[in-house]
């Protein structure tokens, strides 16, 4: 058996059609796996039953294979097929025993011969690659690579799953359409492939992977039926840039590459192509009518975040959403159109090349002006043509225009003066006529400029007419990543708190209606509750309903979210401890939820670990070293995890990452019953309310056992103080950043406040804190490093976040050059080297540093700090609390200021608490103290052992009945185990 793979979306369907069928009569014995990028290529290819063929959709792949999903947010949509190659292949060999040799090859090549002879050539090589060969008038096109990218081979073995997982890392890192550092897209690296790996043959036949670039290097004649490269047949052929002009008239893209070669066999080869595709897109067409070899993604800079795919919704279903196509009139405002139809085309290159050079200057005001007049006008169009007309237009380019606008970055930005009045007008008819579709335009241009939670519509009166409803619960799910305005973060909780209610409200009153598991499965794939994490509002509520709905969810998936485990095994003598996390990689989270096992006594427990991704890097080998097993969860459905877990049979698992803000697979695999007593806490700053999670772990100073229950569904357990220990590798690295007074000009006397905090935690309400900071002191400057790299990417935001600083500042009456931004720093000796020239460091509020912490108290900056109610408010205090240090801890903004005003006045009481932090960080303290943590897990985990009986294991949680009602607490009293 032969194995292949490619990729394609729905534009590419003729293609890899006619790829298939070139397969089938080439090589009778092999299988193609097909990547689908869209739901219409899924289906397409489902309801075609090519035997030989089977399609793996998007989401399978992304919901096992985290690290891609995530690099979704930085890339277009281009450089996210890029990506997608190397990671399919690794899915394949994971999930695939039977694969043995994988070819991937793209879909716009065509087998023109027996493939067998590739194969003979490659003999016990583990990996085969295709170099370009360009002519000499070409050669200067080596700059892109040895070697095509369009056609590679991995053997399953270590040299070749080796190589396969290297250049997997890289094209993770970064695989941009461009050229930078002596990368270009995935293809640069495999030239490097060679030389870091054994094994490796660049395959010499030169009937494989022909192509415009290459075809004049070679004399390309005909003998009877086959066609041959030089003395070779040929077997695959790429026909790379070939696209449909019109009916009948293709475009070869002979003229790029200059083709001299144009006799009759290469002619022969793009005449057989072509009829091969228009054969293959009369099979398509029943399926999907408006198959097109015109269509490309290339060059477009379509943003890789693409629509979820959602289930059809019948039109007479009964639901507060009406699903309508009612005709409209056209919506009037005091605007003239400018924008024509035939200029909607080029909205998403006229965007690209605005951002493009924002990129390269972020302070370039034109290219803002540009993108602003393109949204203007945009919106303008959608104000002035009916909805019939917008509804015919919307499946081909104004959807595209809409999205390169929507995602531009442009909402981050403050609103200029002269859109203040379309703005009001827009959302003014949006809110006020909101169950009218014949105003629905105005939803969509709202969409250009709002956000969800400043239209606060009422979802229960909203008419979405039915091809708008993908956008529409797309933006429903949209959360800021710049909060701009005091207020604005509370505003959205609230909203977000009222949407999670009418979702759940929903699915309680008809769970298995349509509509219901629409918008179950919608909020399960897009809500983000990040953004909520910064508000002061008692979370509790809004996560118990977001557990139910994932939990209804999982039950439409037919996957059994309750177990009953069978009682301990007599003989066992050890507690078989998990922890369950999405990686075990150099994090901050790891390196909190490394000290729980680390040193355990392994005389008493048995330690599982289960990571989502595994990279095999040094940090991961020195935890798999501290573990008796490591399991690697690389299936790609969630009930095969759940029974992996399951069978290990564990008495404890511990939820070692975050699943209280977005459900990635190991949040939805944590709403099961996986072990006799479930635990979370540590990385889950709130509680997960989830069902199967029996205790939270809290400690006495984050959450006191006598006030802190009722922020908890779980049953709230506390160790003795912060409760928090870190296992930082150390520091042997040299600072690679100069960073001092005199460079900066400042004087001796000049205090410098500095901060680490995270951008998502510098809220509008800190900033004007900060602002009446620098006020009060006026010889002073605040340097600050938000964008550190463990909160994920922040493309075209730095900018945005620096203006809304100085916005803040000009509010307070200081000068801007006060205020200084450090962009993200290469290291931990990079990050202290410049803390070293801080008088006084600054943690956020409400939401408080705990490993961003550890850099300043390390070196001794005194420390201001704010505590607040709830354990993510109160992990900076809790340290400084362990310290000896409760002089650093304020409970008010006033008092906050008022101490950071008297250290920057007082010079030797600053010196004072300097000495102070360095003489008690140098004795160990309890948060860096990993045999006394160790002792008091070991006593936790024992006692929860005890305390577990088989009838325990099927949990069940009350729910509030209101949005607006606090949470009950059906469990018991807290209890203080330590």
């Known amino acids: 058996m032969r194995f292949f793979c490619t990729f394609f979306d729905h534009r590419y369907l003729p293609k890899g059609v006619a790829l298939y069928q070139s397969l089938e009569e080439h090589c009778p014995n092999f299988k193609l796996f097909v990547l689908c990028f869209d739901k219409e290529c899924y289906d397409v290819l489902r309801q075609l039953g090519l035997s030989h063929l089977t399609p793996i959709s998007l989401h399978d792949l992304e919901s096992v294979d985290t690290d891609f999903l995530n690099a979704k947010s930085n890339r277009t949509l281009v450089e996210y097929y890029f990506t997608s190659k190397s990671c399919l292949m690794r899915y394949l060999f994971e999930n695939y025993p039977e694969v043995d040799l994988l070819i991937y090859v793209d879909a716009d090549q065509y087998c023109f011969s027996d493939i067998e002879p590739i194969y003979q050539e490659l003999g016990n090589y583990s990996v085969g690659l295709t170099e370009h060969r360009f002519p000499q008038p070409l050669a200067g096109l080596t700059f892109n690579g040895v070697f095509n990218a369009g056609w590679i081979l991995f053997r399953r073995d270590n040299d070749g799953l080796t190589a396969l997982n290297w250049w997997r890392s890289q094209c993770l890192e970064w695989c941009c359409d461009h050229h930078q550092d002596g990368k270009f897209a995935d293809q640069k690296y495999l030239d490097a492939i060679p030389q870091k790996f054994n094994q490796v043959l660049a395959i010499p036949h030169s009937g494989v992977n022909v192509a415009p670039w290459n075809v004049d290097k070679y004399r390309i004649w005909m003998n009877q039926s086959q066609i041959y490269v030089g003395a070779l047949p040929l077997i695959f052929y790429h026909f790379h840039g070939l696209k449909q002009l019109e009916d009948g008239k293709f475009d070869l893209n002979f003229g790029f590459y200059k083709v001299q070669q144009q006799n009759d066999a290469v002619m022969l080869i793009y005449q057989k192509y072509i009829e091969a595709i228009q054969t293959a897109s009369t099979h398509i067409r029943p399926y999907l009518p408006e198959v097109s070899l015109k269509k490309s993604a ?11 795919p959602y289930p059809t919704i019948k039109e007479n279903s009964l639901s507060p959403i009406e699903i309508t196509t009612a005709h409209t009139s056209k919506i009037l405002l005091n605007h003239t159109v400018c924008l024509e139809a035939s200029d909607v085309v080029d909205i998403p290159d006229r965007v690209t090349r605005a951002l493009t050079q924002l990129k390269q200057n972020p302070n370039d005001h034109q290219a803002l002006t540009t993108l602003n007049a393109i ?11 009916p909805l019939d007309r917008l509804q015919t237009e919307w499946n081909g380019d104004l959807s595209k225009a809409h999205r390169a606008v929507w995602y531009c970055g442009l909402k981050n930005e403050p609103p200029t003066d002269a859109e203040l009045p379309l703005i009001q007008q827009i959302a003014t008819q949006a809110i006020s006529e909101a169950n009218n579709p014949k105003t629905f335009p105005s939803f969509l241009a709202a969409i250009l400029y709002l956000y969800p939670h400043q239209l606060q519509l009422d979802p229960a009166r909203i008419v979405v007419p039915n091809v708008f409803v993908p956008t529409y619960m797309e933006f429903m799910f949209e959360s800021p990543r710049l909060f701009k305005v005091i207020g604005e973060v509370d505003r959205y909780q609230e909203y977000f708190a009222n949407w999670t209610q009418f979702i759940y409200g929903r699915i309680q009153g008809n769970p298995s209606g349509n509509v219901e598991r629409y918008l179950c499965q919608t909020y399960a794939n897009a809500a983000n509750l990040t953004p909520t994490y910064f508000s002061q509002r008692e979370p509790v509520t809004v996560q118990t309903q977001r557990a139910r709905i994932l939990e209804q969810f999982l039950q439409t998936q037919t996957t059994q979210l309750n177990y009953e485990f069978a009682p301990r095994p007599a003989n066992r003598k050890k507690i078989r401890f998990g ?14 939820v490394l000290p729980i096992f680390e040193h355990l006594d392994r005389d008493k427990f048995e330690i599982h670990l289960f990571a989502f991704q595994s990279n095999n890097s040094e940090t991961e080998r020195y935890c798999r070293d501290k573990a008796d097993r490591f ?8 009930d095969r995890i759940v029974r992996m877990i399951r069978g290990a049979d564990l008495d404890i698992l511990l939820i070692g990452s975050n699943i209280t803000a977005r459900s990635y697979p190991i949040t939805l695999v944590s709403a099961h019953r996986l072990a006799r007593v479930q635990v979370s806490g540590i990385s889950s700053s709130v509680t997960t309310a989830m069902s199967n999670m029996d205790y939270y772990i809290g400690a006495t100073l984050t959450t006191p056992p006598a006030t802190a229950q009722r922020y908890y569904t779980e049953k709230l357990v506390t160790l003795d103080g912060s409760g928090l220990c870190f296992s930082f590798p150390p520091v042997t690295d040299e600072a690679t950043i100069s960073f001092d007074r005199a460079q900066l000009g400042l004087s001796d006397s000049t205090t410098i406040f500095m901060s680490g905090a995270n951008f998502r935690k510098i809220n509008p309400e800190l900033r004007d804190t900060w602002a009446k900071l620098l006020a009060r002191v006026p010889d002073s400057i605040l340097v600050i490093y938000p964008f550190g790299p463990n909160w994920g990417l ?49 943690d956020s509020f409400p939401y408080s540093g705990a490993a961003s912490a550890i850099d300043p108290l390390t070196i001794g900056v005194p420390f201001v700090s704010l505590e607040g109610r709830e354990q993510r408010e109160r992990q900076s205090s809790s340290l400084l609390h362990e310290l000896g240090l409760p002089e650093l801890v304020t409970s008010n903004e006033s008092d906050y200021l008022d101490l950071a005003v008297k250290l920057a ?3 030797p009481l600053r010196e004072q608490f300097r000495q102070r932090l360095l003489r008690q960080m140098s004795n160990n303290p309890p948060f860096l103290d990993k045999l006394g943590y160790a002792h008091k897990i070991e006593q936790l985990l024992t006692q929860l052992m005890s305390a577990w009986r088989p009838a325990a294991s099927s949990t069940t949680v009350s729910l509030p009945s209101s949005a607006n009602q606090a949470a009950s607490t059906p469990i018991e009293e807290p209890v203080q185990m330590l």
């Open 579 to 592: 922890i369950l996390s999405l990686n075990f990689n150099p994090s901050a989270e790891t390196f909190t």
């Open 631 to 638: 399991t690697h969860l690389i299936h790609s459905h969630a």
């Open 298 to 308: 290339r060059f477009q800079k379509i943003p890789a975040t693409t629509q979820i």
């Open 375 to 385: 949204r203007r006008s945009l919106a303008e169009y959608l104000l002035h043509h």
């Open 905 to 907: 006045s007082d010079r």
């Open 794 to 842: 922040h493309p075209n935001l730095e900018m945005p976040f620096f203006n809304q600083m100085q916005l803040a500042l000009q509010r307070h009456g200081v000068d801007l050059k006060r205020l200084l931004l450090i962009k993200t720093m290469p290291s931990v000796a990079d990050v202290r080297s410049c803390l070293s020239q801080a008088d006084v460091y600054l």
